[in-house]
């Protein structure tokens, strides 16, 4: 596709479900991140993977948090045992290589509205 | 530790005023740094970023900024607002050593009256 894709757009899950939050990137990005954006706050880093190399995972805020990537596709954000400060918009991004601090742009999806109830 | 902020929750401005926003940043080394502009139910999209070199930064919709190493800011600018500059502004940061991780502020929400 023409941009970074995301599903579902929305969710909404119960207290203690486990969620899976999907994000497909710009074809031939080999850069993508993971970011949290809670209601009326910035956005917090989560994880970002660059290519074939270990991934960044100094952002996830507990273990119930994991993201998993295969080569240069599709991304997947696991949360289990979902809690109520869970809820917020989940963005993915993606960049040709290297990170924002290139001089190629980050591309951002719109972003999965999770509520936990 | 590294850190963004923006001090100005919520700005309110009048049309065809002129709209300055504040972004200080805090890193170990002079850092990458980035405004971002999110419209309601849109994505974020990069407004300008500034790397090395001139410290005045042009940008796409009229907006500049200012990179200030004494006063470690990166305030973002505009000389007369449009009604459409209504969204949320992020400024973030990178560092050098470290590109793959942005740093955000907490946003300014710019409101404009007509």
């Known amino acids: 596709g023409a941009g970074v894709s995301q599903s579902p757009s929305n969710k909404v899950t119960e207290k203690g479900k486990d969620v899976e939050l999907r994000c497909d990137p710009i074809s031939g990005h080999t850069a993508l991140y993971w970011y949290r954006q809670r209601l009326g706050q910035g956005l917090e880093f989560l994880i970002y993977f660059q290519g074939n190399s270990a991934p960044d995972k100094s952002g996830l805020p507990s273990d119930r948090f994991s993201a998993e990537r295969t080569g240069e596709s599709v991304s997947t954000l696991t949360i289990q045992r979902t809690q109520q400060e869970d809820s917020a918009v989940y963005l993915c991004?993606?960049?040709?290589?290297?990170?924002?601090?290139?001089?190629?742009?980050?591309?951002f999806g719109s972003g999965t509205q999770l509520s936990v109830l | 530790a590294q850190s963004v902020t923006q001090p100005d929750i919520h700005i309110t401005v009048s049309e065809g005023a002129s709209l300055e926003l504040r972004c200080n940043y805090s890193?170990?080394?002079?850092?990458?740094l980035f405004w971002y502009v999110q419209s309601p139910g849109q994505g974020l999209q990069l407004l300008l970023k500034y790397f090395s070199g001139d410290t005045l930064v042009q940008g796409i919709k009229g907006f500049e900024a200012e990179f200030k190493r004494s006063q470690s800011s990166f305030n973002l600018r505009k000389p007369s607002v449009h009604w459409s500059d209504a969204a949320e502004y992020f400024c973030?940061?990178?560092?050098?050593?470290?590109?793959?991780?942005?740093?955000f502020g907490q946003g300014t929400t710019l409101q404009v009256k007509p």
């Open positions: 973030a940061g990178a560092d050098p050593g470290n590109t793959g991780k942005l740093i």
């Open positions: 890193y170990g080394a002079t850092p990458y």
């Open positions: 991004a993606s960049s040709p290589r290297g990170g924002p601090a290139t001089n190629e742009k980050l591309f």
